[in-house]
């Protein structure tokens, strides 16, 4: 990455601690029709592919979301990064929620 781009971003932290080492062990996608029970969702994660039709866990409560799991160095816990898509505009949202974990 060259300089330039590195002013253009921005390091992850951990929502626990602060610690800038994080890994992106699982992602979800979540996709849907505005406000349907049922949609696509597709889950990458322990070398493997999850495809169903399942909207629970979804971070967006009308719409599609992708939510990543990212386990820290620091502290071992678990940060999420949720990104939301709501009434046009994308919403980022970064949690400590353990309970994430239940949901994928």
């Known amino acids: 990455m060259d300089d330039e781009a590195v002013r253009r971003t921005s390091t992850l932290t951990c929502a626990n601690c602060g610690c800038e080492y994080l890994h992106h062990t699982r992602v979800s ?20 592919v999850v495809m169903n039709t399942s909207q629970e866990g979804n971070p967006s409560p009308r719409r599609s979301g992708i939510k990543i799991r990212l386990d820290c160095e620091g502290c071992n816990k678990i940060t999420w990064l949720s990104l939301i898509q709501h009434k046009g505009q994308t919403i980022m949202i970064k949690t400590d929620n353990e309970e994430e974990e239940a949901h994928g």
Do not use: K, M, T
């Open 29 to 48: 996608i979540y996709e849907r029709q505005e406000d349907a029970f049922d949609g696509l969702h597709i889950e990458v994660g322990d070398n493997q």
